[in-house]
């Protein structure tokens, strides 16, 4: 019989349920994922750094976790090195697993990375209470085991999960340096098969000085405003006029190096849903998402503008120089286990690569 644990949020609401995963608390800022798939892909993003998860489709766990396989030196069926997830909340969970390719239950997954799930709570009611009062704090506790609440907004997460060291992927024609600042694998397993050779370097490395043909800057988890070193970093870039694309968190600190401002999100976008509308266009894209800050449209400077705006709540989806060739996503245009709609942002990117190396 699995161990009775507890959820409590910052406002003292309770929620009780069981233990299948690694039996210690935990604390973190609550969230939730709409996505019917992909929780292998989410667990793994860092994206998520600080973050107790839930997930709302109620029936969690069906088909299991794979291998560690890798392919091009990355694993090829997670979108990063580790488990991110401070913990995971979910209503229903299997430990009956069956799929192709599953070597392990996700309970067993959950335990070997020291991360808490929790089941057998009503999430549907969990979801309702973030989407009326915002993402807020909790934690998931075991008898005897209480822990402080912890706020991921007090500290820079992007440190956390970035590269310390520069590492290379892929040998193709073109060399693209991608900024780590949490980023999915998918990103760069994209950029390979576009002929790339990827350089990957910290989220504050002053890459100006050395020769690329095109800069991408990840997603990530947290505030932008932490990552000044990128940001400065980024304003040097743009006097190079060399092309420039950036996604989710790269979206923020692009229009940040811009002279934009981002704000916090109510409770974020997280899912494989989102709507978004190409401005100045009648094209409208289902889009995979991860972020709990968004880019100010009223603060963009007159050499910039959106580029994308969610039909959902009218934020920021993306942004453009108006004659640079620089460009960013809100959105993941590599989601693993979403929609493919926009994967064409690579071929923009690849194309824009291409015209300044002739």
Known sequence: M??????????????NGYSFGSEKSAS????FNTSMVGYTESLTDPSYKGQILTLTYPLIGNYGVPGNEKENNLEQFYESYAMHISGLIVSDYTNEFSHWNAKSSLGDWLKKNDVPGIYGIDTRELTKILREKGTMLGKIIFDGQDVEIYDPATENQVAKVSISEKKTFGNGKYKVTLIDCGVK????????????????????????AEAYDGLFISNGPGDPKYCEETVNNLKKAYNLDKPITGICLGNQLMALAAGADTYKLKYGHRSHNQ????VGTDKAFVTSQNHGYATNNDTLTNEWEPLFINLNDGTNEGVKHKTKPYFSSQFHPEASSGPTDTEFLFDMFMENVKSYSS
């Open 28 to 31: 973190g800022e609550v969230v």
């Open 2 to 15: 699995d161990k009775p644990i507890k959820l409590v949020l910052e406002d003292g609401t309770e929620f």
């Open 185 to 208: 694998y998918n990103i760069v397993r994209n950029l390979i098969k576009r002929d790339a050779t990827v350089t990957l370097v910290p989220w504050n490395y002053d890459f100006t």
């Open 275 to 278: 709507p978004c509308i190409q």
